[in-house]
């Protein structure tokens, strides 16, 4: 018998040798307090688990790396693109799983433990040491609806733990006061008996949520989730041994097919040139007579717009995309994540992206609505200029000092470019504003509903003499069209008062 239970154990023991459940008994040391933490983390995962679904991989490989705009500031290399998108997924993760890496310190499993060198293995060598890669779709599904129920239950407790804080500061204040009316009285009554059923509420929503949860199992979930997320950002972009995972892990590249996986790929050919200025006001020539400036500055010297500047974007320069492939050495994390830092030259380097944006999106609301702008706007507006913008727009106004801008086809001609400028590039500045308020409220928030906006579709990688020669464009357009209005609206009052003046002349003649 003896011999038999021990041959039961063994065969047992290698039948299971990467089991991680936790087997302790002892008084498992529970979350408590830190559940809202870890809600915290189990949504950022959920967060970026959705943004790597079939849906979103494809947008970003027909959509997201071919908009005008990132075409025109930041790169037409749709490699190099994509190579973007996946540093920023992998940093994500990264941050993640340096938060489940501080969580399993608090485990009793020692294999939990040892959470950030099985990972980083993994991450390097592809090798799952401990079996952490879930592959079953059921199984992926269960664990993704637990962790949604999770953060629901602790967000929910959450709010009703500040209710109860509320209430009892409202108590306290109440029993201070020593007014003894009937309707104080009452008062105190109805806040004891909502403090009650409320207590009862937060320590049930304690039960269910991660409050009460022990380390060991809660931790498992994350780390199981972290492998399972690393795994599909492997097998759809392509990366290191994601192909032959690929192989092993059909589920993680779920639907798509192998023409639609995103692998970073040579450069693409894209068509010839792509001018930043928005179309042509050929009613204009460079070798105008000299007598014409007399005019204006924009009856004359804005009819160079066609060949003034060439958006044709290449990469940036500082990024040299035909380079070896990264040394094994400096990590999966490292050699992937290392495109994110800014290039010189571009809007992130100088920690102006943020500023332009909001220069950007306050041109625009001018531009929409010229008539509606005052001297102490159009002030405003000047003093956020940077002082290279400011240089750049004297030199292009210069000459133009008391010009009569009352030419409606001109008018008409840089209306119809500046909606064309702000077509592309608009939408890079919200993206910016967007994507930054994200960040900002998330250390806030308990749990943040986020878009999928990456930082390649905002200003962050944008080269700064690019949307610099852009937003002077911006401010010489508005310049004219803001004076034409002026001068449009003067005329008409002054024609309205002539045509007054004169009635009433009449008037008293009669």
């Known amino acids: 018998m003896a011999l038999e239970t021990l041959l039961i154990r063994v065969k047992t023991a290698f039948s299971n040798p990467n089991k991680t459940t936790p087997s302790f008994k002892t008084n498992p040391k529970r979350i408590a307090v830190l559940a809202f933490e870890v809600a915290g983390v189990m949504s950022k995962l959920l967060h970026l688990w959705q943004s790597l679904s079939d849906a979103n991989i494809v947008r970003l490989q027909n959509d997201i790396v071919s908009l005008e705009g990132v075409l025109k500031l930041i790169s037409n290399d749709k490699s190099f693109l994509l190579k973007l998108a996946v540093a920023e997924y992998c940093d994500s993760l990264r941050l993640v799983a340096d938060s489940v890496t501080r969580l399993s310190q608090n485990c009793n499993d020692p294999i939990l433990k040892t959470f950030h060198r099985v990972f980083t293995e993994f991450a390097d060598s592809g090798f799952d040491s401990v079996a952490w890669t879930l592959t079953n779709p059921k199984e992926i599904e269960s664990k993704h609806r637990r962790m949604e129920r999770y953060v629901t239950l602790t967000l929910t407790l959450h709010k009703e733990i500040d209710e109860l804080s509320l209430l009892e500061s409202t108590l306290r204040k109440a029993l201070l006061n020593n007014n003894?009316?009937?309707?104080?009285?009452?008062?105190?009554?109805?806040?004891?008996?909502?403090?009650?059923?409320?207590?009862?509420?937060?320590?049930?929503?304690?039960?269910?949520?991660?409050?009460?949860?022990?380390?060991?199992?809660?931790?498992?979930?994350?780390?199981?989730?972290?492998?399972?997320?690393?795994?599909?950002?492997?097998?759809?972009?392509?990366?290191?041994?994601?192909?032959?995972?690929?192989?092993?892990?059909?589920?993680?590249?779920?639907?798509?097919?192998?023409?639609?996986?995103?692998?970073?790929?040579?450069?693409?050919?894209?068509?010839?040139?792509?001018?930043?200025?928005?179309?042509?006001?050929?009613?204009?020539?460079?070798?105008?007579?000299?007598?014409?400036?007399?005019?204006?500055?924009?009856?004359?010297?804005?009819?160079?717009?066609?060949?003034?500047?060439?958006?044709?974007?290449?990469?940036?320069?500082?990024?040299?995309?035909?380079?070896?492939?990264?040394?094994?050495?400096?990590?999966?994390f490292?050699?992937?994540?290392?495109?994110?830092?800014?290039?010189?030259?571009?809007?992130?380097?100088?920690?102006?992206?943020?500023?332009?944006?909001?220069?950007?999106?306050?041109?625009?609301?001018?531009?929409?609505?010229?008539?509606?702008?005052?001297?102490?706007?159009?002030?405003?507006?000047?003093?956020m200029l940077p002082n290279s913008v400011r240089s750049s727009l004297r030199l292009r106004l210069k000459g133009s000092i008391g010009f009569c801008a009352c030419d409606p086809l001109l008018a008409n001609e840089w209306k119809i470019a500046l909606g064309r400028i702000l077509c592309w590039l608009l939408p890079l500045a919200h993206n910016m504003?967007?994507?930054?308020?994200?960040?900002?409220?998330?250390?806030?928030?308990?749990?943040?509903?986020?878009?999928?906006?990456?930082?390649?579709?905002?200003?962050?990688?944008?080269?700064?003499?690019?949307?610099?020669?852009?937003?002077?464009?911006?401010?010489?357009?508005?310049?004219?069209?803001?004076?034409?209005?002026?001068?449009?609206?003067?005329?008409?009052?002054f024609e309205c008062s002539n045509n007054f003046n004169g009635f009433l002349s009449l008037y008293k003649s009669n």
């Open 180 to 332: 003894k009316s009937k309707n104080n009285k009452n008062k105190i009554s109805d806040l004891e008996q909502k403090i009650f059923w409320l207590k009862q509420e937060v320590k049930n929503l304690k039960e269910k949520s991660l409050w009460n949860k022990g380390f060991d199992n809660v931790v498992l979930l994350l780390a199981r989730f972290v492998f399972t997320l690393l795994a599909r950002i492997k097998v759809v972009f392509g990366i290191g041994n994601g192909q032959s995972q690929s192989q092993h892990l059909p589920y993680l590249s779920r639907s798509l097919s192998a023409s639609a996986t995103v692998h970073p790929s040579g450069q693409q050919n894209l068509e010839n040139s792509m001018n930043f200025v928005s179309g042509s006001l050929k009613s204009f020539k460079l070798d105008e007579k000299k007598e014409d400036l007399k005019s204006g500055f924009f009856d004359s010297n804005c009819k160079n717009l066609e060949n003034s500047i060439n958006f044709l974007s290449g990469p940036l320069k500082s990024l040299n995309l035909d380079e070896k492939k990264e040394d094994l050495k400096s990590g999966f």
């Open 334 to 383: 490292d050699s992937n994540c290392m495109v994110l830092k800014p290039p010189k030259g571009s809007l992130g380097d100088s920690a102006l992206s943020l500023h332009y944006a909001n220069l950007i999106i306050v041109m625009e609301k001018m531009i929409k609505s010229p008539q509606l702008v005052g001297v102490d706007a159009r002030d405003d507006l000047y003093a």
């Open 433 to 493: 504003i967007r994507w930054q308020s994200e960040r900002s409220f998330e250390e806030k928030r308990l749990v943040l509903k986020k878009s999928n906006v990456l930082l390649l579709q905002t200003l962050f990688f944008a080269d700064k003499v690019k949307i610099e020669a852009a937003i002077t464009e911006l401010l010489v357009g508005l310049n004219y069209v803001w004076r034409f209005e002026r001068e449009m609206t003067s005329k008409a009052l």
